[in-house]
Nanobody, 127 residues
C-alpha cells in the first residue's frame, strides 16, 4: 500500500510561482513512475507531468511544457511540481499519482495507469 500526501497549494497571482510536494508514506517507493494530474471545476482529471522513477526521464503536457518542472528526492521518497509563470487556466485541484507496474510511454497520460492517488491540493491563480 502506498499513501500519497500532497501539499503546497494555495492562491497566487497570474505570473507567480508555486511548488507542490507529494510525499509517499511507508516503505521506499518501488513503483515505476510518479505523476501529476489536475482537475478544474466541471472538467475531467488531466495529465500534467510524470517522472519515470528508474531513469528520471520526464514528460509534460503541452499546456505546461516550459513552465512546470517535475522533480524527485529519492531519499525522501517525494516528488515535486514546480509551477512558474502561472496562468488563470492553471486553476485546479492537483493530484499526485503512483504507478507500480511497468512504465509505458503510450499510456502515461491515462488516469487508469496509476494505482495510487493523493487527496489533492487546490491551486487557484487569480488575474
Amino acid at each position: 500500500q502506498v499513501q500519497l500526501v500532497e501539499s503546497g497549494g494555495g492562491l497566487v497571482q497570474a505570473g507567480g510561482s508555486l511548488r507542490l510536494s507529494c510525499a509517499t508514506s511507508g516503505r521506499t517507493f518501488s513503483g515505476s513512475a510518479m505523476a501529476w494530474f489536475r482537475q478544474a471545476p466541471g472538467k475531467g482529471r488531466v495529465f500534467v507531468g510524470v517522472i519515470e522513477w528508474e531513469r528520471g526521464k520526464k514528460y509534460y503536457a503541452d499546456s505546461v511544457q516550459g513552465r512546470f518542472t517535475v522533480s524527485r528526492d529519492n531519499a525522501k521518497n517525494a516528488v515535486y511540481l514546480q509551477m512558474n509563470r502561472l496562468k488563470t487556466e492553471d486553476t485546479a485541484v492537483y493530484y499526485c499519482a503512483a504507478r507500480m507496474g511497468f512504465f509505458r510511454d503510450e499510456s502515461m497520460t491515462w488516469t487508469s495507469e496509476y494505482d495510487y492517488w493523493g487527496q489533492g491540493t487546490q491551486v487557484t491563480v487569480s488575474s
